[in-house]
Structure formats: C-alpha cells, structure tokens
C-alpha cells in the first residue's frame, strides 16, 4: 500500500474511532462553551478590541491543547505495535496531522462563532479575521502533533509537553494576535503579508521536521 492510501486509511480510521465514542469531541466543545460561558458570567462584556482578541486565542490555545494531547499520549502500546505491522512513520505523523487540523478548524469555527455571539464586537474585516482563526489552528495543529509525539515517548508525557511546547507557542501567538488584531482594525490586508508569511513558514518547518524526526522516534 503506497504513502497517499495508508494516509487515506489512518485518516479514516481517526474519524470512525472518534464517531464511535465523540467522548474527546463532547468534551472539547464542552470545554470551549463553558469557558466562553464563565468568561461572560465573569466580564458581561468586553469593550477594549485587544482584551476581546487576546481571550479568544487564550480561549483557543487551550482548547487546542485539550484537543491534540490524545494523538499519541493516548495510543496504547498494543495499537503503536499494529500501526508498526502495517504501515511507515512519514504516513503515520501525516495523518495525525491531517485529522488534527481538520478537528482544529472545527471546532476554530465553532469556538469564534460562539465567541461572538456572547461577546459583540465589531470586526474591521471578518473574512480576514476568519483566515487568521483558520491559520492559526492549522498552526496549533501541526506544532501540538509533533510535540505530541515526542512526548508520547517519555514517561510523564503530559508535562513534558507543557515544557517543549512553550518556546514554539509563544512566538506563534504574537504572532496570530498581531494578525488578528490587523484584520479587528480593518487595515490593509497588505500590512499582514509579514505575518501570513511567517505563519506559513513556521508550519512548513513544523511539518518538515516532524517527517524527518518521527521515524526515529517511531523505531523506538
């Protein structure tokens, strides 16, 4: 079975094992509802654009990291033993990839749409806004998959994603707020050309490295 089939089979695979259980999808747009909930019982409303941007991507930063932790932290030995059997790595960490950045912009379109339903405020460009969420969980995906990875190797897996995440978040979200907060204003979509690019850029060393990195960790 080449590349493209073996990814196409892992994909599938992912969507009918969580149709089956929706407990890790529940969960996530619970944790989103709640949070977006206790933030309105907390502010009622929020006037100042940069507090509004800067909550939704708190908002989504750990919602992603409630989403993405399972993808291989979770993976019992027995199943990393099958997958072994039947595929390679570089398909592997593809379709971990590819299904967590289709969960992330789910639930990146629900999370906004329910965010601005409870707290009004006027976008300057929506679309553009809408492509910087979108961006933005294509980054958190790719970035918490491979993390996810490298930790699923050590014992306390979860700490040890908090710790190698951090240098690799934070230059990624002044990034998306700074982006986001372009497209609140209204200005020219031209003034972000800098950000799209470095946001483009992040993802594709992201991917390139987790393909050249995770089949060494996957011989383990």
Request: glycine share 6%; charged share 10%.
């Amino acid at each position: 079975m080449d590349l493209f089939n073996q990814v196409k089979f892992l994909i599938r695979k992912e969507i009918m094992l969580e149709w089956r259980s929706k407990y890790a999808l529940n969960g996530i747009l619970l944790y989103v509802v709640s949070t977006v909930f206790v933030c309105y019982l907390a502010f009622r409303e929020i006037s100042s654009p940069p507090t509004w941007n800067a909550l939704f991507w708190i908002i989504m930063l750990f919602a992603s990291v409630n989403a993405i932790t399972k993808s291989f932290i979770q993976e019992s030995r027995g199943r990393q033993l099958y997958y072994y059997t039947i595929t390679g790595p570089q398909a592997i960490i593809i379709s971990k990839i590819i299904y967590n950045i289709l969960l992330m912009l789910m639930l990146s379109v629900i999370a906004l749409g329910f965010y601005t339903l409870v707290f009004k405020n006027p976008l300057g460009d929506p679309l553009f806004y809408m492509l910087s969420v979108l961006l933005g969980s294509i980054s958190f995906a790719s970035v918490f998959t491979m993390i996810s990875g490298i930790a699923s190797k050590a014992s306390n897996g979860g700490g040890l994603m908090a710790i190698l995440s951090f240098p690799v978040i934070i230059p990624l979200l002044v990034v998306l707020i700074k982006l986001s907060k372009n497209a609140m204003d209204g200005l020219d979509r031209s003034v972000s050309y800098d950000e799209i690019g470095v946001l483009l850029a992040i993802n594709v060393i992201v991917i390139t490295t987790s393909l050249l990195l995770f089949p060494y960790l996957w011989r383990d």
